[in-house]
């Protein structure tokens, strides 16, 4: 199928791998981008093992010097988890082209992240971009313990949170949480979750109790306890 589907994939090479913490690795590839749509939220993806295929999300990507990043978060629990960390310097491989949802509302002059360490890749390009728009950005992050010190070092300001306790209240104590703390935020921005299926789905209903307007919600979800491969 590769062969038949040659334009569907981009010869790349990683020519950078660094380890952000000891479970996620920013991986930089070099290929010929130009001809590749990287909107803001698509994804790429490559084949893990013999049979399987994972999603991943452009942390940067510069089409003239052909380079892209990727943050990949190894939680250790699928072929995706230990295709990121086998990850070396040198290799070639093939990049499925990006494609999917165009998440980023580059109109609107308030956003808001939530997601986990899956998504830090995306929250830290669609930032760049915000600020180059003199637009603002908040959010909250939610981490296990030893990632809670990344999106300071990845320039992202956003709220951090331990993973499981935030998202472990009802929708009804994050919402009034959600409209004591971001009010403005509420009235005027996008949300965009992503990352945890679980933890999306309660902080969307959260907004919603808070009358957020569910067009003013971007979801996706990149991973659901007990689901292989989203
Ligand atoms: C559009 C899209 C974009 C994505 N972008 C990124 C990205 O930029 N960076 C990134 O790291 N990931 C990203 N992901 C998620 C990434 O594709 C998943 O981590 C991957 O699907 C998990 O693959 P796996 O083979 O390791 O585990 P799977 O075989 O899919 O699952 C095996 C087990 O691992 C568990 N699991 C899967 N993910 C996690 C997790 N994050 N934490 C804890 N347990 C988990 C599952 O519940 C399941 O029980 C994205 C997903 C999508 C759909």
Known sequence: ?????????????????????????????????????FSIGHAVAFRVNECDFRNYTPASVCEEKGLCDVIFYMHGKGPGSKFSR???????????????????????????FFGDETALGLFSRMARRIKEQHQAYTGMVELDGENLRLPPELDLSVKTIVKKEFCGNSAETIGVYLRETYPAYLEKAVFYLLGNAASIQVFRKALRLQNVSSKNIKTQAYWAEGKIGL
């Open 86 to 112: 086998d990850l070396r310097q040198g290799d070639s491989l093939k990049m499925i082209i990006p494609r999917g949802k165009k998440l980023f509302q580059p109109s609107k002059t308030l956003h808001f």
């Open 1 to 37: 199928m590769e062969t038949v589907l040659a334009s569907k994939y981009i010869p790349v090479s990683v020519c950078a791998t660094e380890y952000l913490g000891s479970a996620l690795k920013r991986v930089t590839f070099r290929g010929d981008f130009s001809k590749a749509d």
